[in-house]
């Protein structure tokens, strides 16, 4: 009987084993191998749970390839974490496992549960006393392992162990297959979603697109977001930040600002680690802990929670041109790998375009200054002038003009400061670059600080582009800054500091640029008083008045004025074709008592008029503003009498009319007096032209 029994129990297991095989052939995916064995090998063998596991590539680690759902082990808050981490082998239960051919029996009371990994100790938490592992044999090299629980001590018996035998390399083929063909189909979508990828990133153009499809990117595929990308600065050491997620950062924005808002440099730590490597790299953060690594980084990471970062260098052919670095705790490294060459090439691409635009309104603004300059240039191919009060500032201009110091020029309105800033550069060794203007008065504060030293795209409102400052323009030139008396203190202070540092930050921008710059001044405010004032800083004054030059109003040097009116004759006989040759003697007389407090500037459109008013060849009349007697005119001492005053009085207006009575530009009209009544006046008051002329 029991000879039959014995029988008839082969007989069963016979024929469920071969149930088993028929049905494994049939087995497509994990989910059919799982159902497969939980009916099928259960009766056989009468395990309560079961598991399958599979090797990393380097076999350093396994995790789960097959869980069972009606494991007691769901139950528990760990359980997530126990199906998704992987395992170093050499725990002491799996590498014996392992090592063996045969199925090892593990009685779990022995095992110490507390030390164990988390998967044992949830199973023994969940009343499994008794495991056996057999690694399965096949091409693979025992990648795949079965692991079957029992609640009770003495399920797995030989009968049992002899069953697990039987069945394993057909399992294991089971298993290479579908892992196989996983990996087909893990291949197929990660090329099918590079190349979707690649056609996005190919449709972008700007920065802002390329954020959307790189976030876009990251999060459907690897469900993690972009940390940051560096691009390489022309400098080929600075670091800067260029696309990141601020989102990740809300909770360490302390951490996150100090660690991007410093400079970075391709020698740095994890950048020059990135940067050597070809492929991306993972970072264990405990491992660089240890090794005392880039502290900063490290304690950022760790207040982020993470165990891992992923780090990939930008390339575009041999050359890098950034890194990207990624939070996430596990990345898949060949479909990263791909996507950075694609992102790589866009930013190249992206950042080329910016320089052209940047190029093309260097260009521009290069354009602007060039048709100033040809409308200005024949007013610095001479200046006019050759008394005293000239020579000296000759002298003065060519003991600085080969030298880079800073020159500030003083003098009224029209004296010639740009003419002699402009000749200053023109005999300069920097005269083969373009001189640079700012008028500090022309602009609002608010846009000087831009004009100055530039932005970047979305510095502030209304900053759509970025704009290049012509402090960076003047690179190697010289930078003409006109009424800088007028410029806000707010402004004085950047001024300041590039001055003392020379080098600058644009708006909104990360990197600091070097400049060398020369800097010409040039004010008609007394810059003394202004600081007293306090309008206008005292350091700035002080490392702007290196050397001074200081123009002579046009009034204080008379003998320049006809040489000043025939030069502006003959350029306007140039433009407008006409052959004026000169001045009347009276004409000549009135500019010369005239004040000029227009200075040069007055002279030159006065003559521009009178040429084209005039259509003699002889400038027989010009029209002078009505001169305004002066305060000191006016005012007489106390001790004369009115009849004296008056007589004073008269002949000082007589003298600013060159004798003139009667007549629209006479003195009797500028008095309020008929012509007769002056004349009788003159004569009563014993007026004679030797008194007036
Ligand atoms: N010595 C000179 N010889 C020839 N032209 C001159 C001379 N001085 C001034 N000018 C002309 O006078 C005009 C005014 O000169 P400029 O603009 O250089 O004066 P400025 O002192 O810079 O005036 P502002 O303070 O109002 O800016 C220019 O057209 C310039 O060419």
Redesign the pocket.
Known sequence: MLKNEELAEKERINEALLELSNRMVKVRDRRDLLHVINTGLRKAINFTACVMTILDDVHQTYKAFLTDPDSKSRDYAAYNEAISTPYPVADGIYDVAAQSDAPVLFDMRRIDVANAPVWIKLHYAAGAREMVIKALPGDDARRHSLILFSDETGTFDDCALHIIERISSQLSTAASNITANEEILNRESEKSFLLNFSQNIAAVRTKADLETTISDALQQLLSTRLAMIRVIEDDGETLTPYLWDISLFKDVMDMYDQLANRRATVGEYFFAQVLASKEPIVIDIAEEERKGNSPAYIAFWKKLGLKNVYASALRVGEQNVGTMFFLSDELNLSLLKGLCAQISIAISNIRANEKVLAYKQLLEIENDQLKEQIR?IY??S????SGAE?QEVYHLMSLVADSGSTVL?L???????????RAIHNASPRKNKLMIKVNCAALPASLIESELFGHEKGAFTGAVERRIGKFELADQSTLFL??IGEMPLEAQVKLLRVLQEKELERIGGKTTIKVDVRIIA???RNLEAEVREGRFRSDLYYRLNVFPIV?PPLRNRPD?ILP?AH??IDRYNKNSGRKVTGFSPRVIQELQAYHWPG???E??HLIERSVLLNEDVMVREIHLPKPIPTEKALVAPLSQTLAEVERAYIIEVLKQFQGRISGADGAAEFLDLPSTTLHSKIKKLKISKADYF
């Open positions: 200005t007013n610095f001479e200046i006019v002038g000239m020029l003098g009224e309105t029209g004296t010639g400061k740009e003419l002699i800033a006109d009424e040039a004010t008609n123009l320049d000043l030069f502006f200075n040069v500037r002279l030159e």
